[in-house]
């Protein structure tokens, strides 16, 4: 599995490794994930997700899982995420 968060698309950045003598080898510079267990109020059950830390605050912030997907950008979220997403949309169109 790769290594990139599933709702903000936040993936590996690349960049030197400089040493005391000022020497530089390139590295890597990875992302904070974490495999999270998010609760959609509106579906009722709960989704494992591999998410960075930085999109769990976002998470929090924006009340929820079904918040932070009604707000987030397609083409940004794993396809995972994107079923998620057009879940919560259909109970939510269902139920007005």
């Known amino acids: 599995m790769s290594r990139v968060c599933e709702l903000t698309g936040k993936g590996p950045m690349s960049g030197n490794k400089v040493s005391h003598a000022n020497n530089k080898t390139r590295r890597?510079?990875?992302?904070?994930?974490?495999v999270v267990s998010l609760i959609s109020d509106t579906l009722g059950q709960t989704f494992k997700l591999k998410i960075s830390a930085a999109a769990l605050r976002s998470v929090d912030h924006r009340g929820g899982l079904d918040a932070y997907l009604a707000k987030a950008k397609d083409d940004e979220l794993s396809a995972d995420a994107q079923k998620i997403k057009k879940e919560i949309?259909?109970?939510?169109?269902?139920a007005a």
């Open 28 to 34: 890597r510079f990875l992302p904070n994930l974490n």
């Open 89 to 94: 949309a259909k109970k939510v169109q269902a």
